[in-house]
């Protein structure tokens, strides 16, 4: 009996994945208008873009400015946001804190504060350097 096989080069995941030709760039406000101004240059001036096309485009065109603004607020949100941590965990300074240390709950009194690859670590009387999130107690030292 003849079975009818179907190569495994031919199934679907093994299919190459077409490649993005996009380029580098993202398109961006610039680019949009460059590409509305080449519309309203080129088209028929014996049928002309309707008003409501001209309109929606100016919306997305709005839209699209406002969201690039938005990110860029959230940028500058993101940036101060670091710097502000370090200043709340700076309160820290000469407090113990306690952390858990596998089952065992150590302590000691926060020298320092400093910043290390976007997390707050902090230097202790001990020499020990913890992150921040592992504290689980702050108490004033007496």
Known sequence: MATNAIDSNLWLA????P??????????KDDFLKILLAQLQNQDP????EDKDFISQMASFSSLEQMMNIADLMQQWMQTSHRDMLLRYSEWIGKTVSWLDGSDVKQAV???VQQKDGQVVLGLENGAMIAADEVIKVEQTS
Do not use: D
């Open 14 to 17: 093994n299919a190459a994945q």
């Open 19 to 28: 490649e993005s030709k996009t380029g580098n760039r993202i398109l961006g």
């Open 46 to 49: 014996l049928n002309p873009m």
């Open 110 to 112: 926060v020298q320092s």
